[in-house]
């Protein structure tokens, strides 16, 4: 082994860290090292690619003394315990100056913690979200790195190499410090929620509706790809409705069991948005309705509840599926809308200045929700960089403007045919509240006042109120609780 000879480390070497190991190794001015705690595995990635920039390692020791000083390491494990357990090892070894990359999806809250404890013994901790699967983990991800500045002046250079490009940028930028980046990751995948979940029920919609087969839908979805709606995950649902199955010659969607797996980041977004006071309802529904579907227990014995009587049609195929497109298009709109809202929300609360307009334009390649539509994302916040609400946007109204009409009569059908279309639905009610001039929180506010005294402040003069509300209902003026 030669001393001193990578300049990145990756620990954790099964698909995904492999796949970023030989990314690395095949960019010009990489060496890399390698190690995974099965030194099979090792093994096995430098036989299979010879060809590769590769300096592998069998124990933490000979990891370290294979890389340049600082010595910069990405742990590619599993989150949690055995991510903690790594970093505790590179510590071992390690020197002060050294930095340590978590690449996992990792919780952004552990991260800020880790970061705090690498800190206090002088290293550098970057939490890293990695988005775009194993291909583009081979390719060209999308990179989301928080951490210190001294980190990415090494780090960035690197990162760059190995980066998805959009329109000749890298999809990479130094998100902010400590957790921003695993935070903006959690976000990016509540938004991939969403979004799965709306093509879902567009896909439900127009089968139900039309009568269409999977294969003709996915005509559909190819040609939607090549307008506004043109993103990663419309091309794939067309080629996913085109698969036949080879054991049965039935559409394969048709012999996929109905219940969707989910990893905990979708929960995780819709968490941390109630604690930091931030509606994302569409990726809430989202994120309920991948429960709803695994709890095929209640569903089968919910199959003879009373629902609309007769079949569902459409008159004109044609002018339903465009109001299906107008409503998918419109209520994806609203999931960006909110999620961008998130970031900002948890960028006030934990300190982290974040670029909302660089965040969008690393989401533009390299990413599971890349789209075309994020350079106009990138467009609006550049040219209001404090914009409070994304889909007030003058570029977003108008569309919003061509397709409600078609998202109200959408919403309308799936729910007078007892068709759930929860995330259409629900971010329609997001759009309206937010268009309401007065909502009926004041009758709440009224009510927790009359049984728990909570006040409420008035829309005429300044302070804080509580109403008397047995005997005469006077009002007296609250104590100043702040």
């Not at 890389?67 to 991510?83: D, E, F, N, S």
């Not at 797996?261 to 994302?280: C, E, H, N």
Request: with cysteine.
């Amino acid at each position: 082994m030669t001393e001193n000879a990578a300049n990145i480390g990756v620990v954790g070497l099964a698909v995904m860290g492999s796949n970023l190991a030989r990314n690395l190794a095949s960019r010009e001015g990489n060496t890399v090292a390698v190690f995974n705690r099965s030194a099979e595995k090792t093994e096995h990635l430098v036989a299979e690619h010879p060809e590769a920039e590769f300096v592998p390692a069998f124990s933490y020791q000979e990891f370290a003394a294979s890389l340049q000083q600082p010595r910069t390491a990405i742990i590619m494990v599993k989150a949690g315990r055995p991510t903690d357990a790594v970093i505790d090892e590179l510590m071992n070894v390690f020197e002060p100056g050294d930095i340590i990359i978590d690449g996992g999806n990792a919780l952004f809250t552990d991260t800020i913690r880790r970061e705090q404890t690498v800190r206090e013994r002088g290293f550098n901790f970057v939490g890293m979200g990695v988005s775009g699967g194993e291909e583009g983990a081979l390719l060209g991800p999308s990179l989301m790195p928080g951490g210190p500045d001294e980190a990415w002046v090494t780090l960035g250079p690197i990162l760059r190499s190995i980066a998805a490009v959009a329109e000749g940028e890298p999809c990479v930028t130094h998100v902010g410090h400590d957790g921003a980046g695993h935070f903006v990751k959690m976000v990016h995948n509540g938004i991939e929620y969403a979004d799965m979940q709306l093509i879902a029920e567009a896909y439900d919609l127009i089968r139900r509706g039309t009568g269409k087969t999977p294969a003709e839908i996915a005509d559909i979805f190819a040609e939607w790809n090549t307008g506004e709606l043109e993103s990663y995950l419309i091309e794939i649902t067309a080629e996913v409705l085109r698969q036949t199955d080879a054991a049965t010659g039935q559409p394969l969607v048709d012999i996929i069991l109905d219940s969707a797996g989910a990893k905990g980041t979708g929960a995780w977004t819709v968490q941390t948005a109630l604690d930091l006071g931030v509606p994302v309802s569409g990726i809430a529904e989202a994120t309920f309705a991948r429960s709803l579907s695994s709890h095929r227990e209640q569903r089968a014995v919910s199959g003879d509840l009373p629902g609309p009587e007769g079949e569902f049609t459409v008159a004109d195929a044609d002018a339903f599926i465009e109001q299906v497109r107008l409503a998918l298009y419109a209520s994806k709109i609203v999931a960006y809308s909110q999620g961008f809202d998130e970031i900002r929300a948890g960028a006030a609360q934990y300190g982290w200045t974040i670029d909302l307009g660089a965040v969008s334009k690393i989401w533009r390649a390299g990413c599971i929700i890349r789209a075309q539509f994020l350079n106009r994302i990138a467009d609006a916040y550049a040219a209001e960089p404090e914009l409070p609400v994304l889909l007030t946007a003058p570029y977003f109204v108008e569309a919003l403007q061509r397709a409600q009409s078609s998202w109200r009569e959408i919403v309308q059908v799936a729910a007078g045919a007892g068709i759930p279309a929860p995330a259409f639905s629900s971010s329609l009610s997001y759009y309206d509240g937010l268009r309401a001039e007065r909502l009926p929180a004041a009758l709440i506010q009224g009510q927790r006042d009359f049984f728990g005294a909570h006040t409420y402040r008035r829309i005429d003069k300044e302070g804080t109120f509580h109403t008397l509300w047995s005997g005469d209902r006077s009002e007296i003026e609250a104590e100043d609780t702040h």
